[in-house]
């Protein structure tokens, strides 16, 4: 399955989009983690993404486009992916029709994750993340860790992204609103989008967005 997650920064797309892609047993491509990893491997990509990212700012089209073009071009990705935070403009979504056409593939759904300003800043604001393995993602009050500041998963150190604080937070809001809203009218033209409620627990969400593709969560209640 090839699948696109979209929603607000705070949506929950990357605690969603592990568990999707683990239960679909495709690849997670979230542009975001790639750029923090250039950035923890301080190569030339990640030192100019990083001035963008602090500011909330998108990286630029042709850095963006390339490094996801690098990465659906590996053989991995033959049996589906799930790409989180990518396209967030146009120009990035007609970039991705023309990879897919290149390949004679198409996108099986995009899942546009909703959720009100209001409780997007609120998320953001208790987001922890842990500094050994970015998909390890906590929050102090809807998702605590066990031992307060440690990965409950293996250990590491729990951090606030750089971008997370508030002032960030806003400017990733406009930005959105303004360039990656359009994306989703660009899928919707192609009877792609289904709108899912980002609000409740986690599990609530995986449930709607499985069911959204006709998928069942019933393997993964233990
Ligand atoms: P995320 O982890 O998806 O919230 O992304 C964190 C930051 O990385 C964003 O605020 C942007 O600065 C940058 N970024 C991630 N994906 C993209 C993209 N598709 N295009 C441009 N910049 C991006």
Redesign the pocket.
Known sequence: MRILLIGP?GAG??TQAVRLAEHLSIQHI????L?REHIARDTQLGRN?RA??RV????P?EV?IGVVTERLARPDTEPGFLL??????LA?AEALDGILADSQSQLDAVLDLELPEAEVVRRIAGRRVCRQEQAHIFHVDFDPPQVAGACDVCGGELHQRD?DREATVRK?LEVYRSETAPVVDHYQAQGLVTAISALGQVQEVLDRALAAIGQDRGELRA
């Open positions: 920064p797309k990357g979230s542009t975001g983690d750029f993404a963008r990212i909330g700012r998108l990286v089209d963006t989180d935070g990518f396209p967030r403009n990035q971008d990733r």
